[in-house]
């Protein structure tokens, strides 16, 4: 088949993937804090210590839009989420506890899924 179309199925597949492993997080005990973009009424200093906000949901939206071209994408976008976590979080914080937990159920989730 054409490259073009042998490139769609490609990331079709991918994206299955994506889906699979955003589903997991998603139901997670430890995924409250992640769920949606974080509150800057909650929270009025995130937007200014943290230059690119990313969650969950925007993540779901972003895979149904067909916004990644690639599961790199994807996998970039889910590592911002545990780095603004860090970053704005102590690390002992239940918010901060949580985005390490989830960071190494999703790096753990999609090695399985992508042998290197
Ligand atoms: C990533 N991050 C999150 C928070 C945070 O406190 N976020 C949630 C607050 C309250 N929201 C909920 O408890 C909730 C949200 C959705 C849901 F479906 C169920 C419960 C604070 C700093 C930070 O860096």
Avoid at 19 to 29: N, Y
Wanted: with cysteine; charged share 30%.
């Amino acid at each position: 088949p054409p490259k073009k179309e042998r490139g769609n199925k490609k990331l079709a597949k991918e994206m299955a993937m994506c889906r699979t492993v955003l589903a997991e997080l998603e139901a997670h005990d430890e995924a409250w804090p992640f769920l949606l973009p974080v509150n800057t009424k909650q929270f009025p200093t995130y937007k200014k210590i943290i230059k690119s906000p990313m969650d969950l949901s925007t993540i779901k939206k972003r895979i149904n839009e067909g916004v990644y071209k690639s599961k790199d994408e994807f996998t970039a976008d889910m590592r911002i989420i545990f780095n603004n976590c860090e970053t704005f979080n102590e690390d002992d914080s239940p918010v901060g506890k949580a985005g390490h937990s989830m960071r190494t159920l999703f790096e753990a989730r999609w090695l399985e899924l992508n042998p290197q």
